[in-house]
T-cell receptor, first 110, second 112 residues
């Protein structure tokens, strides 16, 4: 069975500093990886998916199959980035249900 | 187009009671999944329905059940409520065969 691990429950970063949210996964097949974000009082929403290779709100994430990681990065943190971030995996090229990590609460210090 | 709608938004129940939560997916989405969100455990998968059939089930006791109707609307039922069932219950819908999920705002259940 697949598993997603986010080792940091809480992460505080100063405004303007780089951000890296860690995500490791275990799955032997071909997964699709996602980052979801939940801002205060808003619904959980998709931030980005590895297959699209986009940069959303300045965030990027690279799938490293050798290290089975999908870390989320942003070079310069902004206050509006404060939120709960979840890494998620869908097996079988993204055609099956999502398995989520336990989430990382990111706080940007002004 | 309208997003995923969950009703009610808030519920308070006593131990031993049962509760039914409702989810209306985005129009055209046939897959509906349910998750339990708690501060300690994060998002835990409950079950997924597709075309009125349960396609996947998480590791929850039999007190948790669900169903999906022909219009893709879904309900989740929890019987014999326990204090530990207090959580935010999230519903997500997606197109058939696609993993990108669109979430509702959730139903916050408090068991006292």
């Amino acid at each position: 069975a697949q598993r997603v691990t986010q080792p940091e429950k809480l992460l505080s970063v100063f405004k303007g500093a780089p951000v890296e949210l860690k995500c490791n996964y275990s799955y032997s097949g071909s997964p699709e990886l996602f980052w979801y974000v939940q801002y205060s009082r808003q619904r959980l929403q998709l931030l980005l998916r590895h297959i699209s290779r986009e940069s959303i709100k300045g965030f990027t994430a690279d799938l490293n199959k050798g290290e089975t990681s999908f870390h989320l990065k942003k070079p310069f943190a902004q206050e509006e980035d404060s939120a709960m971030y979840y890494c998620a995996l869908s097996p079988n090229f993204g055609n099956e249900k999502l398995t989520f990590g336990t989430g990382t609460r990111l706080t940007i210090i002004p | 187009k309208a997003g995923v709608t969950q009703t009610p938004r808030y519920l308070i129940k006593t131990r031993g009671q049962q509760v039914t939560l409702s989810c209306s997916p985005i129009s055209g989405h046939r897959s509906v999944s349910w998750y339990q969100q708690t501060p300690g455990q994060g998002l835990q998968f409950l079950f997924e329905y597709f075309s009125e059939t349960q396609r996947n089930k998480g590791n929850f006791p039999g007190r948790f059940s669900g169903r999906q109707f022909s219009n893709s609307r879904s309900e989740m039922n929890v019987s014999t409520l326990e204090l530990g069932d207090s959580a935010l219950y999230l519903c997500a819908s997606s197109l058939a065969g696609a993993a990108e999920a669109f979430f509702g705002q959730g139903t916050r259940l408090t068991v006292v």
